[in-house]
């Protein structure tokens, strides 16, 4: 059985200064469910002709904004854990929001015409420094286990960098497999660990959750390949069998894990959902890629909407509670905002005409809307049990 790999053990450093600064993930989970909100609205406004916005910022912004904030959430809940050290909090977290919020104002004016481009660079600044206070972390407590961690950091920049300097088009595809290998890694871990905990407390017996150890490694294997292949514009038969690879071994990974059993909690059977949208996501690209039949915005919106944008909202859902001292149990509020989202998904990856769309688009903004409503108290305020952090 895997370890946990969000351990929620609870913080022990000092800290006077504003709540919202007082842990990474506060502020980078609270910018993440508003990007979610914004971005999105924005991209809406755009369709219907409101905002001059290219298809490429509604990608990337969606990718390196919404996506990224939730990684340095993560980064920053999950990296002291694993390390028994202590990620920045105060100023220096404030500098790293900064960082991205800089590059969504520089992304956002990039649009609006010749002699605006330059600010779009903006953006290529926080992956960096994020990845270094990571790598900083995890190797120097030289835990090797975790180097992956900064592998797919530093390739999700080179996608970033390469989609700014040369392709946008490739990149930004590139980068989402990135995104994907780091979800394949946190659902590899975290479903069957906090799945069997549920599991155990719920039926009142041991159960084991368990997934093939080679999976582990030849997944992530596999997304770096890919991720490769597309950002130098591979020939897509090439795309379709590593994507259709991928897609088996993520789904082999899932037979162990109990799924079926989880209806009885919605904390638990969320990460189940959302993590089955990758290996959907993966073979709706293959079928793209290797026969044509299917547009291959459904497959990538598969990966986007449904797997990456649901995850995101279960693991966020659920470090928000853990680190401020409540129980793992949600509100009726935010399953509604676990409902909205995978209508989302299932619309955007369905829609053939623009009303259709803009339907996805407007649940999409419901659920994330609600997500933000009732979770920006619980980031804002101090922990419920006294403890710093």
């Known amino acids: 059985m895997t370890q946990v790999f969000l351990n929620m053990g609870e913080p022990t450093h000092p800290y006077k200064g504003p709540t919202l600064l007082s842990a990474g993930h506060r502020p980078f989970f609270l910018m993440s469910a508003l990007s979610a909100v914004v971005l999105l609205a924005l991209w809406l406004i755009a369709l219907l002709g409101g905002l001059p916005l290219s298809p490429y910022w509604h990608g990337h912004e969606m990718l390196y904004g919404f996506a990224g904030a939730a990684i340095g959430g993560f980064m920053m809940a999950a990296v002291p854990k694993w390390t028994n050290t202590e990620s920045p909090i105060g100023w220096p977290l404030a500098g790293l929001v900064v960082l991205w919020l800089a590059g969504r104002i520089g992304m956002f004016i990039a649009e609006f015409g010749a002699g605006w481009e330059l600010f779009a660079l903006l953006d290529l600044f926080f992956l960096p420094v994020l990845g270094m206070v990571v790598a900083q972390m995890i190797m120097g407590a030289k835990n090797a286990r975790n180097y992956v961690v900064v592998a797919i950091v530093a390739g999700l920049f080179i996608c970033n960098l390469v989609y700014h300097l040369h392709e946008p088009a490739n990149a930004l595809h590139a980068g989402i497999f990135m995104v994907a290998a780091l979800a394949a890694l946190i659902g590899g871990r975290v479903v069957p660990a906090f799945t069997q905990n549920a599991l155990c407390m719920h039926l009142g017996r041991e159960i084991s959750c368990t997934t093939p150890m080679w999976t582990h490694k030849a997944v992530l294997l596999l997304l770096f390949v890919l991720s ?149 108290p619980i980031l804002l305020k101090p922990r419920i049990d006294g403890l710093p952090g």
């Not at 799924?259 to 638990?268: A, R």
């Not at 419901?366 to 979770?375: E, K, P, Q, S, T």
Request: proline share 4%; charged share 10%.
């Open 228 to 376: 490769g292949a597309q950002l130098v514009g591979a020939p897509d038969m090439v795309l379709g069998g590593l994507s259709g690879a991928c897609a088996v071994i993520l789904l082999i990974r899932m037979r162990g894990w109990q799924s079926f059993k989880t209806g009885f909690d919605p904390i638990v059977w969320i990460l189940h959902a959302a993590y089955v949208w990758l290996p959907i996501g993966f073979g709706l690209k293959a079928v793209s890629d290797l026969t044509g039949w299917l547009a291959p915005n459904a497959a990538l919106h598969a990966l986007t909407t449904g797997g990456i944008g649901l995850l995101i909202l279960a693991v966020a859902s659920r470090a928000a509670l853990g680190h401020s001292g409540r129980p793992l149990k949600v509100s009726r509020w935010t399953v509604l905002s676990y409902v909205l989202v995978i209508g989302a998904a299932v619309l955007r990856v369905l829609a053939q005409t623009p009303e259709l769309i803009l339907l996805s688009g407007g649940l999409w903004v419901a659920g994330y809307g609600i997500f933000a409503l009732v979770y920006a």
